[in-house]
């Protein structure tokens, strides 16, 4: 198993811009988790789905993102309009279980001007 | 809901010396709890977890202890070397509930 994929691996944009990650899920799990990491908050949960369906959003920080699980191995985090803060490493996680190992894929680090 | 606190925030060791973090979580029902390791540029990594059936783990130099009347758990690295270097998290979970992370450690190892 090639483990998660995420795309793009990096991702410079400008201000008020739109942005899309890409998350592919190990084959078999029925949770995916979207992160964000800053030197400033840390690890930080956004939103997990458990079979394509949105558990828990509580942690998308405003309307500007939003996340879509189309299918059980395609995962989508889009963050519309892009701001200079929305910077940070996005990691996308999955796994067996809630209660699992998660297993985190390479992230996505976006650099917002 | 569930809050996990991670101390210390950074640790420097010397190489050969041993290293422990600790981590306090908040509700009783939690049930996983696992370790996590990040190197610097890289994604976090699973390097041992513990349930709450089982009170220590040992893998090789790492080994996780779990107090539940305390809610206390820790990860112990002993004869450290500095490709231990990594920022260290902890997290809490199960019992029907999501896992949530602690702030993290970072951990250095002088040669």
């Known amino acids: 198993d090639a483990g998660v994929i995420q795309s793009p691996r990096h991702e410079v944009t400008e201000m008020g811009q739109e942005v899309t990650l890409r998350c592919k899920p190990i084959?078999?799990?029925?949770?995916l988790f979207w992160y964000r990491q800053t030197m400033m908050r840390g690890l930080e949960l956004l939103i997990y789905?458990?079979?394509?369906?949105?558990?828990?959003d509580s942690g998308m920080p405003e309307d500007r993102f939003s996340a879509k699980m189309p299918n059980a191995s395609f995962s989508t985090l889009k963050i519309q309009p892009s701001e200079p803060r929305d910077s940070a490493v996005y990691f996308c996680?999955?796994?067996?279980?809630?209660?699992?190992?998660?297993?985190f894929g390479p992230g996505t680090r976006l650099t917002v001007l | 809901g569930e809050n996990v606190e991670q101390h210390p925030s950074t640790l420097s060791v010397q190489e050969g010396d041993s290293a422990v973090i600790k981590c306090t979580y908040s509700?009783?029902?939690?049930?996983?709890f696992p370790w996590y390791k990040q190197e610097l540029g890289k994604r976090p990594q699973l390097i041992i977890d513990?349930?709450?059936?089982?009170g220590e783990k040992k893998d090789q130099r790492i080994a996780v202890t779990l107090n539940k009347t305390a809610k206390h758990f820790s990860l112990h690295i002993t004869e450290t070397q500095p490709e231990d270097s990594a920022v260290y998290f902890c997290?809490?979970?199960?019992?029907?509930?999501?896992?949530?992370f602690g702030a993290g450690t970072r951990l250095f190892v002088k040669a």
């Open positions: 513990i349930r709450s059936n089982v």
């Open positions: 996680a999955s796994s067996l279980g809630l209660a699992g190992r998660q297993f």
């Open positions: 789905f458990n079979n394509n369906v949105p558990i828990d």
């Open positions: 084959s078999g799990h029925d949770y």
């Open positions: 509700d009783s029902a939690s049930n996983y």
């Open positions: 997290a809490a979970g199960g019992g029907g509930f999501k896992t949530i």
